[in-house]
């Protein structure tokens, strides 16, 4: 699940990945991600992508370079909210570290944005 760009970010193209693009705000969803996912982990999903929705709508750049995923100001944000959604229906947080894990970061860096989100490691 993502936010459409606008236009497709040089740091995604240099990465082999051509995301669906979009003039409007929209967010793009896995159709096996909506058949498959538990309930809580698409509500935080969408959470988590509305919130870059507005980040967007107030200027920020969702993809700026020289960050790592795990240290780009705009998603720590968007993952603490989520997880703050998470916290108030009572998630543990075993499922919090599997929501945050992630297929396209190392476990090095999986384990540095559980520690930018506040999430308690194992």
């Not at 993809?63 to 603490?80: L, N, Q, T, V």
């Amino acid at each position: 699940m993502y936010v459409a760009p606008h236009e497709v970010p040089e740091l995604l193209r240099r990465a082999g990945f051509t995301p669906f693009t979009s003039p409007d705000d929209c967010i793009v969803v896995g159709g096996a991600h909506l058949r498959r996912s538990p309930l809580l982990t698409l509500y935080l999903d969408i959470l988590h992508e509305l919130y870059h929705v507005r980040q967007r709508a107030d200027g920020t750049d969702l993809w700026k370079e020289g960050y790592r995923y795990a240290d780009r100001p705009s998603e720590i944000e968007a993952y603490r909210f989520a997880i703050e959604r998470a916290r108030e229906q009572h998630a543990p947080e075993s499922y919090l570290r599997e929501y945050l894990r992630v297929e396209w970061i190392a476990e090095k860096e999986y384990r540095l944005l559980l520690k930018n989100v506040g999430v308690l490691g194992r």
